[in-house]
């Protein structure tokens, strides 16, 4: 089906808060103009996924997620990384994926680091940004990526359709969560990745205890898929407060702002 005729699925964004709702309404206008059309279905790779699954196997049952990460609303700049020599970097110290931050104010990204990182790493990459506009989709999928991630604090309602236009582009969605609200509404959109984010992106907030209460939530409520516990993990004992309950954890500032990406991926996951 082509979706040239369908309507923009209504976003609420004025009553995103603090940080979050700031950047959300920049990448709006970012958007505003753009072509919501998502263009020919592409079939489901599951790259994602699947490389997940299978690095909680081999190595393990928790797999990484790495991030290319530059800076952040919190810290400022992190290091002047380069997205390949990054990628290539946490590949050889074992991530089963990546994650490239492609929103340039506040985090220092760009859709050309994640074209260079698709083009250069054998893992599969996530297209992390502030998804507000199917054209954002369109350009992860033509970028290469094998995921995009989509944030319930942002799309609200609107996650399902968002989810359906991943789901045509082919890509795998990392369906983003921090309270019992915004799970329950993932959990019913029938999301087949969801991550838990420790961090409050309205007050930019860490509590690490977020990702194993909500966590153990979805699995109580008889989930069957993947859950990624995300943010804030600094050394192997924050690690270790989701080994037996997450599937991967996504990790970018104590990475990116080690000096040695390669050694600081093998220490943190303890390989
Ligand atoms: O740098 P940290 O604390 O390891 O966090 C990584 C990742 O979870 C974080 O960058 C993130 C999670 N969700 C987001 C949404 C948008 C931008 C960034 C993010």
């Known amino acids: 089906m082509s979706r040239a005729s369908a309507a923009l699925p209504p976003l609420n964004l004025r009553a995103v808060p603090g940080v979050l709702g700031q950047i959300v309404a920049q990448r709006a206008g970012d958007y505003e103009a753009a072509d919501p059309e998502l263009g020919p279905q592409r079939s489901a790779q599951r790259r994602f996924e699947t490389a997940l699954r299978l690095g909680s196997q081999e190595a393990g049952p928790l797999s990484l997620i790495a991030e290319v990460k530059r800076a952040s609303p919190s810290q400022g700049a992190i290091a002047p990384l380069d997205p390949v020599k990054a990628a290539l970097a946490y590949q050889d110290g074992g991530a089963s994926a990546l994650s490239v931050l492609t929103e340039p104010r506040h985090f220092d990204g760009h859709l050309d680091f994640l074209r260079a990182v698709v083009g250069a790493a054998a893992i599969p990459a996530l297209r992390k940004d502030f998804v507000v506009h199917p054209a954002m989709l369109r350009e992860a999928a033509e970028a290469g990526a094998a995921a995009a991630l989509l944030m319930v604090s942002v799309l609200g309602e609107a996650t399902g359709a968002y989810l359906e236009m991943a789901s045509h582009l082919g890509l795998d969605a990392l369906v983003e969560v921090h ?7 993932a959990l019913a959109t029938g999301a087949r990745i969801i991550g838990v ?33 995300e943010s804030g993990y600094r050394t192997p004992a924050d690690v270790t407060q989701v080994r037996g309950l997450a599937d991967a954890v996504l990790v970018g500032s104590s990475l990116a702002g080690s000096g040695d990406l390669t050694r600081a991926a093998r220490d943190l996951m303890e390989r």
């Open 179 to 185: 309270d019992d609200r915004e799970l329950d509404l």
């Open 197 to 229: 984010n420790n961090r409050d992106l309205t007050t930019l907030h860490i509590d690490l205890a977020v990702s194993p209460r909500l966590i153990r939530r979805a699995r109580d409520a008889g989930f069957e898929g993947l859950l990624v516990a």
